[in-house]
């Protein structure tokens, strides 16, 4: 697993909830929601979806590592190396 | 539809789900039925929130859409060709364009267009959606906001037929959704009806393996220490859930729970209720030249929207024409809708017997469509034409809205007390649907989401 891996996990995701969103050209360090119509109801279900695809919780005060690509990269990738060596 | 809603967000977490319906079909008031072979809708004359291309994607129905996972475009959803509110001799136009409908109001009322464009502006500023809205009267709201009153009154006309519980008002904040949701977006409808948005819901959550048991209603909900131990059915079956989320109103939930901190108030019973004529005509709606979508009526210059005292009033209503959505295969059609919408009075249809319960629809149904031929163009001439090219009427009351949506006094927009958040008194029973004042299909969907979001899937 790698930062690289955990982005595209994110960007996987969002496809799935906002399949309507253009994600070709998402810029890492600019926050999603500047670049992709999403509100508080689609930040909810990015950590749903991360819950249940990949077993891992995101606590609600936590929700804004979410912001942007490189933020999520940085905050999940030891939650999935956690993951992954439990 | 806000039970099914919610059912599918749990189900997609993972939750385990169970759909208890009392009707044999599902829907509530946004249901279907069928006579002589042809489908009706029992609700919908139109999905508001239409994402025009005015609005942009800020339309909560892109986000009840994102949020079901169901796309956009599968509801095949067709615009208005042009609705009208008519107040005697007053017409306001308007279609999906807010643009169209600004122009229409300063043509007929150029002395108050400053005062419109701040009526705007304080509906921008009101935070309509927030849970915590104060309880506003609109038309107290409309009367100091305009000189002229009509303006005000045919504002509340449309308004209100599309979601006001209460008599002769609407609180500030479901006016403010409503005007967004049928001037600011737009007005639609599924190629297809209501069945284009049912089928979707139903389908997926048996994907899931959603149980859902039809036909058996919730008979009383168990409590003990403030908390709702077991669900017990007509048939005497018996469930116990984690949580509830009931969508039969707020005093009908109320009165299911065998321990009640407080018995129902008058003035939680919603009043106003409507009845239906549908007349099936051959050809199209233009072969009489009528081609607009909705028309609001009201043969006063002031508005009343409340319970008559007869059965039925036919001096305010609401005409809707399916066919003329600017679906192309309304083009080739053979035969067209007419529904005629107007107030009724629950006691005096709940109070007839069968054969005079029969009577009473057949004569409501040459007033209400007597009535309507008045505000549709040349209505009143083509009326022997219009009857000799119609092939069958079918007739709902408030009768038969009870039996849908099981709203005492068969009451269409439910108790005029709403609870947004969908707390009740019970810690682990939660209210979705009408009483929580979300507006229409759309606002149904987004109410059953957000009960299932902010009750239950929200980790704590």
């Known amino acids: 697993m790698n930062k690289d891996k955990v982005k595209q996990i994110v960007l996987d995701i969002i496809s799935e909830i906002a399949p309507d969103e253009d994600l070709s050209d998402v810029k890492p360090e600019i926050r999603l929601r500047d670049q992709l119509d999403l509100d508080s109801m689609d930040f909810l279900d990015i950590v749903m979806e991360l819950r249940k695809q990949h077993g891992i919780d995101v606590p609600e005060a936590e929700y804004r590592q979410l912001e942007s690509l490189d933020s999520c990269g940085n905050y999940l990738l030891p939650k999935f190396e956690a993951g992954a060596a439990a | 539809m806000s039970g099914l809603s919610a059912a599918l967000r749990l189900a997609m977490f993972g939750k385990n789900v169970l759909v208890l319906e009392k009707h044999y079909v599902v829907g509530g008031l946004n249901s279907f039925y069928a006579r002589k072979g042809r489908k009706f809708d029992v609700g919908l004359h139109a999905v508001t929130n239409f994402p025009s291309p005015s609005s942009g994607k800020t339309s909560p129905l892109l986000r009840a859409c994102r949020q079901l996972r169901i796309p956009f475009e599968s509801l095949n959803l067709y615009e208005q060709s042009r609705s009208r509110i008519s107040f005697e001799d007053k017409h306001i136009r308007f279609n999906n364009e807010f643009s169209f409908f600004l122009n229409e109001i300063y043509e007929n009322f150029p002395k108050e267009k400053d005062r419109f464009r701040n009526f705007l502006q304080k509906m921008e500023d ?3 959606y927030s849970i915590n809205v104060p309880d506003l009267s609109t038309r107290s709201i409309l009367k100091e906001a305009f000189a002229e009153p009509l303006l005000g009154e045919m504002l509340l006309c449309p308004t209100s037929y599309y979601g006001s519980a209460q008599e002769n008002d609407i609180d500030f904040a479901t006016f403010t959704m409503l005007f967004d ?15 284009a948005i049912l089928d979707p819901l139903v389908q997926k959550l048996d994907e899931m393996g959603v149980k859902r048991l039809m036909n058996n209603a919730v008979k009383k909900i168990k409590t003990y220490n403030g908390k709702a131990t077991e669900i017990v059915m007509d048939n005497e079956d018996t469930y116990t859930a984690d949580h509830i989320i009931s969508t039969c109103g707020l005093v009908e939930t109320e009165e299911l729970l065998t321990k009640k901190k407080t018995p129902p108030k008058e003035n939680k019973m919603g009043n106003f209720s409507v009845i239906e004529t549908i007349s099936v005509f051959k050809g199209k709606p233009t072969d009489f030249g009528w081609d607009e979508t909705v028309i609001f009526y009201n043969d006063d210059q002031e508005f009343r929207y409340e319970k008559p005292k007869e059965s039925m009033d036919s001096t305010s209503g609401v005409i809707c024409i399916p066919e003329n959505y600017q679906d192309p ?7 067209s809708r007419l529904r005629i919408t107007n107030p009724a009075n629950f006691d005096k249809w709940d109070s007839l017997e069968e054969p005079a319960y029969i009577a009473e629809k057949a004569r409501c149904e040459t007033v209400m469509l007597q009535k309507a031929l008045e505000y549709l163009p040349k209505g009143q001439i083509q009326k022997k034409d219009f009857s000799d090219a119609t092939l ?4 709902f009351t408030p009768r038969t809205i009870k039996k849908y949506t099981n709203h005492a006094n068969g009451a269409l927009y439910g108790s005029p ?8 008194q019970i ?9 929580q004042g979300y507006i229409g299909i759309v606002g149904a969907m987004l109410g059953g989401i957000a009960v299932a979001n902010n009750r239950i899937l929200r980790p704590a």
């Open chain 2, 329 to 335: 295969h309304n083009q080739k059609v053979d035969e």
């Open chain 2, 417 to 424: 007390v709403k609870s947004r958040s969908g707390s009740s």
């Open chain 2, 427 to 435: 810690k682990n029973l939660y209210l979705a649907g009408t009483d």
């Open chain 2, 181 to 195: 949701a049928i001037f600011k977006q737009g007005l639609a409808r599924p190629s297809h009806g209501i069945r």
């Open chain 2, 126 to 128: 009101f935070d309509a």
């Open chain 2, 392 to 395: 069958l009427k079918d007739t």
